[in-house]
Every structure is written in C-alpha cells, then in structure tokens.
C-alpha cells in the first residue's frame, strides 16, 4: 500500500507504505544531465530502468551484495526496504570516460590497470563534488567502517557486472551506486543500477547504449535503453 510522498527525486519519488521498514520507489520517465540544467523525458525509461534494477539486485544479492530490493511490484514501482541513504555517491570506473577522462586529460575509452573507486558528496546544491573518504568521515557522511564497508561491497558489483555485462555484449565503462543504512545499521546496495547511472557500449561497435545518449544530444535515446533492458533479460551469448 503506497502512502505519503517522502522524498522525490530527479528521476524517482519513494512513498511510504504501511510498513515502517518498507518503502515503495517509482521510476520516472523525466531525465536531467548536468545537475538539472538540462531536462528531458525519455519515454519508457521508468519502466525500463525498474526492470533493469529488479533484474540485477536479486543476482547482486546471490552475489553477496545485501541490497534494498524486495521485489518489483508492477512497470513502475518496486518495493524495497526502508534505509537512510549515504550522502556519498560511490563511482566504480573499469575505462576512462566522462569526467574521469576531462579532468586528467584522457582518451575516453582510456583503459585503466585496475578500477577505480571515487567518492562524490551527494548534494544537488553544490553540484555533486568529488572528495575523498578523509572528507566524508569528517563531515560525518559516513564511517571509516561504513567507508570500507562500501568500498567492498562496490568492487563486489563490479566484479560480477563486469562479466555478465560482457557475456551480453555489452562493455560496462563505469557506474555509480549509492548505499544506505539500515535502522539495524547494516549497509546495504540502494537506489538503482540502469543506463541513467551506467555507461553501456556495445562491445562490438562501441555504441553508447546509456543516458550519455541524452547528456550529449545523440539521438536514439529511446531505443538504447530498450536494447539494454533486451541485453539484460536476454540469455548470456553461449548460454
Ligand atoms: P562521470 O564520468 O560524469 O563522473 O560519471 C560516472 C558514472 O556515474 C557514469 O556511469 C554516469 C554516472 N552518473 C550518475 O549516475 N549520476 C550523475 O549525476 C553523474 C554525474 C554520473
Ligand atoms: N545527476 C545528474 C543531474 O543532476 C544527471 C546525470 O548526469 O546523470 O542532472
């Protein structure tokens, strides 16, 4: 049962149930790049990033990531458990691209030794800034137990994703997760995984197949996240 709105997002709104310790997410179609300064709706990304999320969680959790997830409860919504989120987004890059790639002056497509995990403070006023985990322990974001916590529980998602990515044909260049914590304090995997918070390229030809589509003014926006909902519920290439 969906109560009151709590919180809405950019691109979701989390309703209170008549449950304490549950919540229910609903996907919007709205997109923004640019920390909101360009906007757009996208039609059917609600639907698609809800199916890719409730895809990819309950494999996550088979993989030893707790996450939010319950279970997806029709196109738009999906029930999950009630945490308070981290104000630390958590970005995994397995190649260079995007803002890795402009601020130190690489090829996207760059590739690097071994991932690379950063931190961003989670704030749409200062515009989501890079910091490191000194900063966040000193704000009082996050634990260095939680800081660790997360910092495996990250490379955990990408080391599963990496590969069942790949066995779709599809090459994952980077991602961003967020994490909350559970009244019991356990951290857990939150918010969603899609092509908003991806980078997908197509192994074959590199085409992008994710929100830089929107972000960047290329077209076909639609039908990239169509093809990476068809990637994900597909059956792995050999399977
Ligand atoms: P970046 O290269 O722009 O820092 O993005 C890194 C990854 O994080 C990329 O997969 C897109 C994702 N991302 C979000 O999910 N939300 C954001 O607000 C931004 C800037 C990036
Ligand atoms: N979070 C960005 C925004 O605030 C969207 C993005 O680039 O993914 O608009």
Request: glycine share 8%; with cysteine.
């Amino acid at each position: 049962m969906k109560g009151e709105l709590r919180y809405e997002g950019k691109a979701k709104k989390v309703f209170a149930t008549d449950r304490p310790d549950e919540y229910v997410v609903e996907y919007k179609d709205d997109a923004t790049a640019f920390n909101a300064q360009k906007r757009g709706t996208v039609a059917g990304k609600g639907a698609v990033n809800n199916a890719i999320t409730a895809a990819l969680y309950p494999r996550l959790e088979a993989a030893g990531v707790p996450t939010h997830f319950l279970e997806r409860l029709s196109d738009r919504e999906q029930r999950v458990r009630a945490v308070e989120i981290v104000p630390v987004e958590v970005v995994v890059r397995n190649v260079a691209a995007g803002s890795f790639s402009k601020r130190l002056g690489l090829t996207e497509g760059a590739p690097l030794a071994r991932p690379v995990v950063e931190y961003y403070y989670k704030s749409d006023v200062l515009g989501d800034p890079l910091i490191n985990d000194d900063t966040a322990v000193v704000m009082g974001w996050a634990s260095e137990e939680d800081l660790a916590t997360i910092r495996t529980l990250a490379l955990r998602v990408r080391d599963f994703l990496t590969p069942f990515f790949e066995e779709r044909g599809v090459q994952l260049v980077d991602f961003k997760l967020e994490f909350g914590k559970t009244p019991g304090g356990q951290i857990v995997l939150a918010d969603e995984i899609s092509p908003d918070t991806c980078r997908f390229w197509d192994a074959r030809t590199g085409e992008k197949l994710d929100k830089d589509r929107f972000r960047r003014d290329l077209g076909g926006v639609e039908d990239a996240y169509q093809e990476m909902l068809r990637r994900v519920l597909g059956e792995p290439a050999g399977a």
